[in-house]
């Protein structure tokens, strides 16, 4: 017969497991399911929170922007749905709401926490009601509170808050991102900082790796800064309790680059008195003058979204993923030189400090390798603001956060379009989220994009966007009878097709799929993974298995459908020369490949007369 202890332990275990199993739905932003505006200050005598750490970001705490915070908490009812949140600035209980009171004399919590874990998280909570848990924080640009809540997050009460000081250097620059120019010679980087412009100069110091010294003669480039205020949001939670100061995002251009040199850079901000805050060092490798034949790599993946190495915000039945797909990269970084991360990224949905985490979380590869961007649903779409799509899906953001944390080299930023050059490859990154019909600008640019490449020095042509404007076999688009976007390919297909386009490559369905080389619904070729002769199709490939929930397929299999796979993962092209290009499906888990396929040709085979290409012609037998 077990003793008592053991009963209470084992009711423990189950209460928690039970906690887990009835969490809400897969897919909804953790912080949103907080009930802010339901909040009440109820600080209990027995309850207590305390935060243990070094000064934030001293000693080798990861380098002054990261630290772990062990956390003790406990009070006399513990609860299953008890649960320790992290605000940050820690005064986050203020009359200041931009949202009304519902009661004169009721206390109000104005915004939602930046992350947050439930008490049992500690195994003897519940028994003894006291827990210990750790949280990872990084460095943004303020102080911190740890509150221990009781009520689940349907019905917060507040017994139980403590404070801890911001970093050492609370300003100080952090997770650069690396992003190529307007031209291949030209690199530049985007970092965060709480200096503005009145109290400190931002620049990028910069120069090539010489053998032996490291480096010599840096030169200094001045950046631009940029922010947004509340404002700027369209719409909740942005507006409201989601809604954080983004401090100031600065942009440095560093111009006529080596092609495949080395080079060095560190970021810094100078202070009044000549003194200066430095980020970390890194290098690069400066991209390839376009055309020339060399070993070229390049990840494109959609829909990663971010994730808490501490457990944090149920990250596990969000973004189960993103941390396998970003630690894969991290440990490939030597053997690919750009990636495409084509819209959703960190699906904030309008809880602006959820930026930062990201920029955190992919620093590793921003801070190396060239991190272009494109628009999905979740960085833009708002209701009434000028997007295809009349949906929230952006929580508020509308486009703002997106397009000012991350530089692209678009001619404006709001229209989120734009092509790079890199060696063989041109990448024509569209805007799902705007128009793309015949006769709007943005039309005008993919047909621009896609004519203008020279085919005999730039033979490899990518087409990118977030929504799947070719083909996928995702249930929802079974449903409709679509197999893509409403209205997607009808006017694109016949530019693919005339421009010889290699490649169209989607996120926003999460999962993986290859298609045949496709034109007008038909398979123009059997060949399942060596291409070779007259270009005669663009072959479509769903990449949106970068780390959220994954979607279904449909049960049906379409005849063009080659290779489908329900996990985690992205996919890599490798430019061996102009003539062979080797496409590669891998898994996150493991970093191991799943699909591939090849393609040879000549720039003959380029040339070829096929459907609708040089002339009209019909697909009708």
Same mark, same amino acid.
């Given at each position: 017969?077990?003793?008592?202890?053991?009963?209470?332990?084992?009711a423990?275990?189950?209460a928690?497991?039970?906690?887990a199993?009835?969490?809400?739905? $897969?897919?909804?932003q953790p912080?949103?399911?907080?009930?802010?505006?339901?909040?009440?200050?109820?600080?209990?005598?027995?309850?207590?929170?305390?935060?243990?750490?070094?000064?934030l970001?001293d000693?080798?705490q990861?380098?002054?922007?990261?630290?772990?915070?062990?956390?003790?908490?406990?009070?006399?009812?513990?609860?299953?749905?008890?649960?320790i949140?992290?605000?940050?600035?820690?005064?986050?209980? /203020?009359? /200041?709401c931009?949202?009304?009171?519902?009661?004169?004399?009721?206390?109000?919590?104005?915004?939602?926490?930046?992350?947050?874990?439930?008490?049992?998280?500690s195994?003897?909570?519940?028994?003894?009601?006291?827990?210990?848990?750790?949280?990872?924080?990084?460095?943004?640009?303020?102080?911190?509170?740890?509150?221990l809540f =009781?009520?689940g997050?349907?019905?917060?009460?507040? @017994?139980g808050?403590?404070?801890?000081?911001?970093?050492?250097? &609370?300003?100080?620059?952090?997770?650069?991102?690396? +992003?190529?120019?307007?031209?291949?010679?030209?690199?530049?980087?985007?970092?965060?900082?709480?200096?503005?412009?009145?109290?400190?100069?931002?620049?990028?110091?910069?120069?090539?790796?010489?053998?032996?010294?490291?480096?010599?003669?840096? +030169?200094?480039?001045?950046?631009?800064?940029l922010?947004?205020?509340r404002?700027?949001?369209?719409g909740?939670?942005?507006?409201?309790?989601?809604?954080?100061?983004?401090g100031?995002?600065?942009?440095?251009?560093?111009?006529g680059?080596? &092609?495949?040199?080395?080079?060095?850079?560190? $970021?810094?901000?100078?202070?009044?008195?000549?003194?200066v805050?430095?980020?970390?060092?890194? =290098?690069f490798?400066a991209?390839?003058?376009?055309?020339?034949?060399?070993?070229?790599?390049v990840?494109?993946?959609g829909?990663?979204?971010k994730?808490?190495?501490?457990?944090?915000?149920?990250?596990a039945?969000?973004?189960?993923g993103s941390?396998?797909?970003?630690?894969?990269?991290?440990?490939d970084?030597?053997?690919?030189?750009?990636?495409f991360?084509?819209?959703?990224?960190p699906?904030?949905?309008?809880y602006?400090s959820?930026?930062?985490?990201?920029?955190?979380?992919?620093?590793?590869i921003?801070?190396?390798?060239?991190?272009?961007?494109?628009?999905?649903?979740?960085?833009?779409?708002?209701p009434n603001t000028?997007g295809?799509?009349?949906?929230?899906?952006s929580?508020?953001?509308?486009?703002?956060?997106?397009?000012t944390?991350?530089y692209?080299?678009?001619?404006?930023?709001?229209?989120?379009?734009y092509? @790079?050059?890199?060696?063989?490859f041109?990448?024509?990154v569209?805007?799902s989220?705007?128009?793309?019909?015949?006769?709007?600008?943005?039309y005008?640019?993919?047909?621009?994009?896609? /004519?203008?490449?020279?085919?005999k020095?730039?033979?490899?042509?990518?087409?990118?966007?977030?929504r799947?404007?070719?083909?996928?076999?995702?249930?929802?688009?079974?449903?409709?009878? /679509?197999?893509?976007?409403?209205?997607?390919?009808e006017?694109?297909?016949?530019?693919?097709?005339?421009?010889r386009?290699?490649?169209?490559i989607?996120g926003? $369905?999460?999962?993986?799929?290859?298609?045949?080389?496709?034109?007008q619904?038909?398979?123009?070729?059997?060949?399942?993974?060596?291409?070779?002769?007259t270009?005669?199709?663009?072959?479509?490939?769903?990449a949106?298995g970068g780390?959220?929930?994954?979607?279904?397929?449909?049960?049906?299999? &379409?005849?063009?459908?080659?290779?489908?796979?329900r996990?985690?993962?992205?996919?890599?092209?490798? +430019?061996?020369?102009?003539?062979?290009?080797?496409?590669?499906?891998?898994?996150s888990?493991?970093?191991?490949?799943?699909?591939?396929?090849?393609?040879?040709?000549?720039?003959?085979?380029?040339?070829?007369?096929v459907?609708?290409?040089?002339f009209p012609?019909?697909l009708a037998?």
């Open positions: 017969m077990m003793g008592m202890a053991h009963v209470v332990v084992l423990a275990v189950l928690m497991a039970a906690t199993s009835s969490s809400p739905e $897969v897919g909804v912080l949103s399911k907080i009930a802010i505006h339901k909040a009440t200050v109820e600080l209990h005598g027995s309850a207590y929170v305390r935060a243990s750490a070094l000064l970001g000693g080798d990861q380098e002054g922007d990261t630290a772990t915070v062990t956390v003790e908490y406990g009070w006399q009812n513990p609860a299953t749905d008890d649960w949140a992290v605000f940050s600035p820690s005064d986050f209980i /203020s009359g /200041s931009p949202n009304p009171r519902r009661y004169p004399t009721e206390p109000l919590l104005c915004t939602a926490p930046i992350k947050y874990q439930y008490a049992n998280f195994a003897n909570y519940l028994y003894w009601g006291k827990g210990t848990i750790q949280f990872q924080l990084i460095n943004q640009r303020s102080d911190f509170s740890f509150a =009781t009520g997050l349907e019905n917060p009460k507040l @017994v808050l403590t404070k801890l000081s911001p970093f050492k250097n &609370p300003k100080a620059p952090v997770f650069p991102r690396l +992003a190529q120019g307007k031209t291949h010679d030209e690199m530049a980087v985007t970092w965060t900082s709480g200096y503005d412009v009145g109290e400190a100069y931002p620049f990028v110091e910069w120069g090539m790796v010489t053998s032996g010294s490291g480096g010599g003669n840096p +030169a200094r480039t001045p950046a631009g800064t922010t947004f205020n404002g700027s949001m369209c909740a939670p942005a507006r409201t309790i989601g809604w954080r100061d983004p100031f995002i600065h942009t440095a251009f560093m111009r680059l080596w &092609p495949n040199k080395e080079y060095f850079y560190k $970021v810094g901000h100078e202070l009044p008195d000549g003194t805050v430095w980020g970390k060092p890194y =290098t490798r991209p390839p003058t376009p055309g020339q034949s060399s070993l070229q790599r990840i494109v993946f829909d990663m979204g994730a808490e190495r501490d457990g944090s915000n149920e990250y039945n969000y973004q189960p941390l396998n797909t970003t630690d894969a990269l991290v440990k970084l030597d053997n690919f030189d750009m990636v991360h084509i819209g959703d990224l699906y904030a949905n309008g602006i959820q930026w930062d985490q990201f920029t955190a979380q992919v620093a590793p921003s801070a190396r390798k060239p991190y272009m961007i494109a628009s999905g649903n979740h960085e833009r779409d708002w000028g295809f799509f009349d949906v929230e899906d929580g508020g953001e509308c486009g703002v956060l997106a397009e944390m991350y692209y080299p678009a001619e404006n930023r709001a229209n989120f379009w092509k @790079v050059d890199y060696g063989m041109r990448f024509c569209a805007d989220e705007h128009d793309w019909r015949e006769g709007t600008p943005q005008k640019f993919i047909e621009e994009c896609l /004519s203008t490449v020279d085919r020095h730039q033979p490899w042509l990518v087409f990118a966007a977030h799947v404007l070719g083909y996928s076999s995702n249930k929802w688009y079974a449903e409709q009878g /679509s197999f893509e976007e409403p209205k997607g390919r006017s694109l297909q016949k530019l693919w097709q005339r421009h386009v290699d490649l169209a989607f926003h $369905v999460h999962n993986y799929e290859r298609t045949c080389p496709l034109y619904n038909q398979c123009v070729s059997n060949e399942r993974s060596r291409y070779s002769g270009m005669n199709g663009t072959i479509f490939v769903v949106g780390g959220s929930h994954l979607n279904g397929y449909t049960s049906a299999v &379409p005849k063009w459908s080659v290779f489908r796979d996990d985690y993962g992205f996919t890599k092209l490798t +430019a061996f020369n102009h003539s062979s290009l080797l496409f590669e499906y891998k898994r888990s493991d970093g191991e490949v799943y699909d591939n396929f090849t393609i040879h040709r000549d720039y003959r085979d380029v040339l070829g007369c459907h609708d290409s040089c012609t019909t037998t």
